[in-house]
């Protein structure tokens, strides 16, 4: 008899696409395309803004307002710093990036940055240092918001999507 061997399953990396806004779905199908999952956001117009649960009880405009001001953990809020270490402070400021790595088991995260969006261009060395004490490799991009960069992204995505296989 021969024996069948089972057919070599190619596991695809598990990302996150972290960052501001992405209006152009070109650029998860790129991602995609070059042979990764994305399997969750931490966008501002994605996941995160459906994270936090309004409180209930009490004056329902209050409670919707504490939680797009205070509760959505983004960039454009200042937050207090957390007592103690660095670390917490990290942890404090990007838990649900943590959350959510591990709810989806993702295998790196690909923060998307527009040049020019500098609340969040200020918050990048934190938040790659926080994924570094996850260690969940992360590869940074920063976006002129034009066609003409799509070939350099493929490249370093392609490049980054390597690394972590």
Known sequence: LIQ????????????????????????????????????VDSLCIGTRDYLPHADVGGDPLDALARRYLDKINCPRTYREKAEGTYEKDLASRFGDIGSLSKQFKVDGVILYVYKYCDPFGFEVPARKAYLDSLNIPVLYLEDEYSAGTIGRLRTRIQAFLEVIE
């Open 4 to 39: 069948r061997k089972e057919p070599t399953v190619h596991k695809a990396p598990r990302i996150m696409v972290d960052g501001a806004c992405i209006d152009n779905i070109d650029f998860v199908k790129l991602i995609e395309d070059s042979g990764a999952n994305v399997v």
